[in-house]
């Protein structure tokens, strides 16, 4: 069902941390558009996002097909707080975790860093 994760990490230097990632660390990368680059890690991906407020991270886990996914946390009684939307970089939606935190769900446009 769930075949991968996205991490983000916001950053108010996303160009110096994108190029700690990629040529202090040498991860594999791909450009998703725009100069933004998404890192493979192993099973997951890491993107740097820039950011004018307080450093924070987010999760979002990956799958094939979110309808199923949805359809199968659901019936676990998972609870979504995000309508199913679409996004230039794919189909995404929120979850709640049984503590509060939410996390992200998405089915990806874009090539995964994973693949690599």
């Keep these: 069902m769930i ?3 996205h991490v983000i990490v916001h950053s ?3 160009e110096a941390d994108r190029a700690f990632f990629r040529d202090v660390l040498e991860y594999p990368h791909v450009d998703a558009g725009g100069g933004w680059l998404i890192f493979k890690l192993p099973p997951a991906e890491l993107a740097v996002h820039p950011t004018d407020g307080p450093e924070s991270q987010e999760l979002y886990l990956m799958c ?3 309808d199923a996914a949805v359809s199968a946390l659901t019936a676990q009684g998972v609870e979504f707080t995000q309508p199913l939307t679409d996004a230039r970089w794919g189909r995404v939606t929120r979850f709640r975790l049984p503590g509060g935190s939410e996390v992200g769900l998405y089915e990806t446009r874009h090539e995964r860093a994973t693949d690599l």
């Design 3 to 5: 075949n991968g994760a």
């Design 12 to 14: 108010r230097d996303a």
């Design 64 to 66: 094939d097909d979110v």
